[in-house]
């Protein structure tokens, strides 16, 4: 089997130690080069290179920004029936994506699983979302943000970039102090359009646009439902996060296995916002109340502002912009869980 291990040495948790331990341990049953990503983007090319030099599995250590890289790299033309599989080993602060496929959140123990699963030939397909904006294209793996969410992972990653440690109370700091000044109570209205996933036909083997032509068409078969919001949350899993070992569920019902799901807010209001939260963290049963909009299940979304929206994916800052389409991707990644 040949492999390709993708390290980010500045990701929170990753060390050269650990690193050797990994490259070690694959040793025995993966023909193995390691590559050092040197700056953002880098990941995308080193996932495209994967599927043009033909090796069997791709895994990072890293964080989940390295994961959404790498997958943008491995799809860069599409979802493919006989390309790399992708394998992770956490080595960020929140790890989602990993701990979501099962693999603990310790870099150590996910090593041991990860054998354990190559070793048994164990491999599942799961489903991506795509989001179009302002003229690019880019794969999800577990999260989309439109508004408050996204403003908020901004902000975190000023403070980061000026020396701020990565954790989860830095982002809950800086939400806390985001609904307090007020942030977004007088964003613009959203126009969300969304359509049900049931059961359509998977886009693997297929081009991007023609893949995005299909869910689409399948999408609009199905009906379309409108309503205007003020910040939406999009999983295409569970959980949206963790707060330290603690999975914060927005989207109780969403699973790799189903169409992607939303958390929407009609106004943002400081009570709004503290009671959304309390029953996020509260029962597992999810947000309810007439300020709040939720889906399941659906095949495409699209959201369209007054003017542009900051927006994050997979808990990384995009940019801002007015106007997203999304589609869910069923069966387009081959990981190995």
Known sequence: MRGLLVVNPVATTTTERVRDVLATALAADVTMETVLTKGPGHGVELGARAVELGVDVVITLGGDGTVNEITNGLLQNGPLQDGPALAVVPGGSTNVFARALGYSASPVEATGELLAALREGRSSRISLGRAEYGGEGRWFTF???????????????????????????????????????????????????????????TGVGLPIEEADARVAAAGEAAGSVEEHIAL?????????????????????????????????????????????????LADGRGPRGRNVVRRHDAATMRFLADHPLPLQMDGEYLGEYADVALTHHPQALRVIA
């Open 232 to 280: 939406g949350i999009v999983c295409n899993t569970r959980p949206w996060t963790y707060l330290n070992s603690r999975p914060v569920l927005a989207c109780p019902e969403a699973s790799f296995d189903t169409g992607l799901d939303l958390l929407a807010l009609r106004r943002v209001r400081l009570s709004s916002v503290l009671r959304t939260a309390s029953q996020i």
């Open 143 to 201: 999260c989309f943000g439109i508004g408050l969410d996204a403003r908020v992972v901004a902000r975190a990653e000023e403070r980061r970039r000026k020396g701020r440690r990565n954790s989860a109370g830095l982002f809950l700091r800086t939400a806390a102090g985001q609904v307090t000044r007020g942030a977004d109570r007088g964003a613009p209205s959203i126009a969300l359009e969304t359509t049900d996933a049931h059961s359509f036909p």
